[in-house]
């Protein structure tokens, strides 16, 4: 970067990739900007704080991507720093946030019951609301009972963490959510993870612990990152193969892929064989909170056993009622569905023909994998700059060197917005040498 420029936007856009990759690099350690911080010596535990100055490295660089502040909402278009800019950096995928019918629920339950629960389920804080809810999610689902929690996060962590005793053993996918990753650290049993979608190596790992009688496969149904798909029937039989119980997360299956939003499960007419369903609120559904269905006896264990539900308060009412009334508006009007699934369509085939590599199936989650963390910091900068508000996934949510610019669509995109994303991507990835001429 040349020495007065005081933001990436001020490079010429003729610099060559390396030359702007090495600009950057003098100034910022990327790759190793999110290893541990060493302390200074004798300065106590906060001295890795006093040390840690990667965000203010990148902030002065004028790159720094998170933490924006976001004055207002609108369809597809979000307000930043005065500006109305595209926004692609959202999981509301069915545009349900702002729908009047569920504000309007929202509402009625924060007049009727107040602004919080003041407490956990278990004791105080069990609302009709919440049960009203758990019972709507069990008949979508078809399911026999249904735990609300406050958060999809505490869902997965919960669950996990209570189910998985000192003898048993879970096989999770190496990229599934860092909340399931929680839920096994904090476990008494082990955790073995197999390589991604890898079903050969499940089954490898399967095989070294057949004579354990407590074993779970976990997985998200589609990865929050990549958007790829688990290959539910797979695991499936492998479950079957080697007697293990099945708990997937749907958190951004729910309400995108399936009849009617149901998942990745219905997707594959896989109902009857998965054991645990887990799914978010903050997703499709357009709010806060989470959820775990399945067998009664096996929800009533977890309702009282774990501590992620148990020692921390309920989700407030005015949450619990807008989920509720959007998860009715997307039982019964498809058309938001059909929507974005035109939209991901639309989309998946305009970065397919610019020359950007996407996935050829129905998530509405399109990573642009770019590499290099300071290309791709120094790109999602340029994107903001032409209105376009993109997600960036550096390490450690990603392994190094597999930086992206994490996409993601909705039903509120119009054909306009898409056409203006699609010319943003094409027109800087030309420039930085990431797409051919
Ligand atoms: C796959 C997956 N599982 C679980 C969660 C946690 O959901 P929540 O936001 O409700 O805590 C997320 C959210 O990022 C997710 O992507």
Redesign the pocket.
Known sequence: MPANASSPTEVAPHIKREKIISLLKKKFDFENAHLRVPGKKGNGILSKCQSYDAPNQAKDLGIYPFFREIQGTEGSKVRIDDKDVISVST?NYLGLTKDSRVIAAARAALEKFGAGCTGSRFLNGTLSLHKTLERDLSAFLNREDTIVMS??????QGTISCLLGRKDVAFSDRE??A??YEGCAIAPGKTVRYRHNDMDHLEYCLKKHSGVDGKIIIT?T???MSGDIANLPGIVKLAKDYRATVLV?E??GLGVLGDRGKGLTTYYDLEKEIDIY?G????SLGS???FVSGDARVMEYIRHKASAFIFTAALPPASVAGVTAALDIMNRETERLDRLRDNTAYIKKGFFDIGYQVNNNQVPIVPIKIGDEALTLFLNQLLFNDGIFASVAVSPVVPPLNAMIRTSYTASHTREDLDRILASFQKFGTELGIIPQ
């Open positions: 999981n958060t999809g996060f505490q869902a997965n599934n959510h909340s399931i998200d589609v990865f929050s997360d958190a951004h887990v978010t609120f903050s997703k806060i909170g989470g």
